[in-house]
């Protein structure tokens, strides 16, 4: 059975910095790309970011470049999200997304789409305070 553990998120003031952590079990983390996800009050879940199976290549939204660094450890099966300068318009509940593939069912390297991740945390929320 896959599981993502994420790290609890929290509150904190504008500008100020909280870094994510994802676990993952039961999968083969290093044949995984892996994705943060956000989802608003009243909006539609997004990519945040997304790091390749070997952490080689990396993507992010517009809204957070240079901002937010996505990493990954293999040796501890760990994703994680760096957010710096943070705003109030970063809050959101936070998702881990792993292990990405196309409707065929083969494992991509990377991918942004929602529709294409397999596995999913339950989510955390990061608040951010003007």
């Known amino acids: 059975q896959v599981r993502l553990v994420e790290s609890r998120g929290g509150l904190v003031q504008a500008g100020g910095s909280l870094r994510l952590s994802c676990e993952v079990s039961?999968?083969?983390?290093?044949?995984?790309?892996m994705a943060w996800f956000r989802q608003a009050p009243g909006k539609e879940r997004e990519i945040v970011a997304a790091?390749?199976?070997?952490?080689?290549?990396?993507y992010y939204t517009d809204s957070v470049k240079g901002r937010f660094t996505i990493s990954r450890d293999n040796a501890k099966n760990t994703v994680y999200l760096q957010m710096n300068n943070l705003k109030p318009e970063d809050t959101a509940v936070y998702y881990c997304?792993?292990?990405?593939?196309?409707?065929?069912?083969?494992?991509?390297?990377?991918?942004?789409?929602?529709?294409?991740?397999?596995?999913w945390g339950r989510g955390t929320q990061v608040t951010v305070s003007s």
């Open positions: 039961g999968r083969t983390f290093g044949t995984c790309a």
């Open positions: 790091i390749s199976r070997s952490g080689g290549n990396t």
């Open positions: 997304a792993a292990d990405a593939r196309n409707r065929s069912g083969t494992r991509l390297i990377m991918s942004t789409r929602l529709d294409e991740y397999a596995y």
